[in-house]
């Protein structure tokens, strides 16, 4: 028994037996699969997606450790240790955005129009964005990583903390992509997302915990930095690295217990965003 697309006017398995979904399922792997690797393919052919992807985390590094390294001093700790967390999560913060950058792209060149020529499912597309855009997070953190090594930083809690630092920035960056991947869906123009993200994520970034101790901020910007999610990402990814130093955690409940509020925020995101994101798609699409 088979069940008509509506959208594409293709015919799937039906679902109404363990071997329909079993089928179904099956197909929607083996397309999420086959959408991701036409992402990956894309970056190879374009190459300099990747080259601008990295250089600038690699130029924010140099910048702060070497320049402005020596002039902030962090309690019983160095400040290359410190920085390096901050850079770790501006860098999956603003690489989550190519998600929602990608997203209008296609819909502006009529990609999604060719997609709903094939027989897929519509969330197959949002995924293979979003894992793609996953891949090149790691990637990224991977050359910053080389890079923090050659400039002096150390990790210090042991190899199973330190994957686990990795594996927390990883996924809120998977969940933040799902955010931009609406986004870009809702306003479908790549030049809005990219003002856009920069207006609203550069000021996160900053106000934060990142680069400097949230203690010597001005009263207002130290209460924002203290329960901004970029804070608690931040102080996670140290914790979990050993980089704290001597540095004071500041007494809110994302700063207390990062770890636990990051993990807790990314699942939430996901819950939220992606039926939301999947359901405007076929909106979209089927227009």
């Known amino acids: ?46 190459p300099e997606i990747l080259l601008f992807a990295v ?42 955005t190519f998600s929602g950058y990608q997203m209008a792209q296609d819909l502006k060149e009529g990609m999604i129009d060719r997609f709903r020529t094939l027989p897929m499912h519509d969330s197959a597309v949002l995924f293979g964005r979003t894992n793609a855009d ?8 991977v050359i910053m990583m080389i890079t923090g090594f050659v400039i002096g930083w150390r990790f210090t809690e042991g190899w199973l903390s330190f994957l686990g630092g990795v594996a927390i920035l990883l996924l809120f960056s998977y969940a933040f992509s799902w955010v931009m991947a609406l986004l870009g869906i809702v306003v479908r123009t790549p030049e809005v997302i990219n003002n856009a993200s920069f207006m609203i994520l550069f000021p996160l970034t ?14 207002v910007l130290e209460v ?11 102080q996670a ?16 409940f994302p700063m207390q217990n990062p770890v636990l509020t990051i ?4 699942l939430l995101m996901l819950a939220v965003f992606i039926p939301l994101a999947v359901s405007r798609f076929r909106k979209a699409s089927s227009r």
């Open 237 to 252: 990814a140290r914790e979990l690295f050993g980089n704290t130093g001597g540095a004071p955690t500041p007494d809110t």
């Open 1 to 46: 028994m088979t069940a008509v697309n509506t959208t594409s006017g293709t015919t799937r398995p039906a679902t109404g037996s363990a071997g329909g979904a079993t089928a179904t399922l099956g197909t929607w792997a083996s397309d999420v699969v086959t959408v991701t690797w036409r992402n990956l393919i894309k970056f190879r052919r374009n």
């Open 55 to 96: 250089l600038q985390p690699i130029m924010f590094v140099v910048l702060f450790s070497q320049v402005y390294g020596g002039s902030i001093q962090i309690e019983d700790g160095n400040y290359t240790d410190y920085l390096m967390a901050g850079i770790f999560g501006q860098t999956v913060l603003f690489g989550s």
């Open 134 to 141: 996953l891949a090149l997070n790691a990637v990224s953190m």
């Open 206 to 219: 900053f106000i934060s915990n990142a680069f400097v101790q949230t203690q010597y901020l001005p009263r």
């Open 224 to 234: 924002f930095a203290n329960w901004n999610p970029i804070s608690a990402l931040v």
């Open 263 to 266: 993990i807790a925020g990314s």
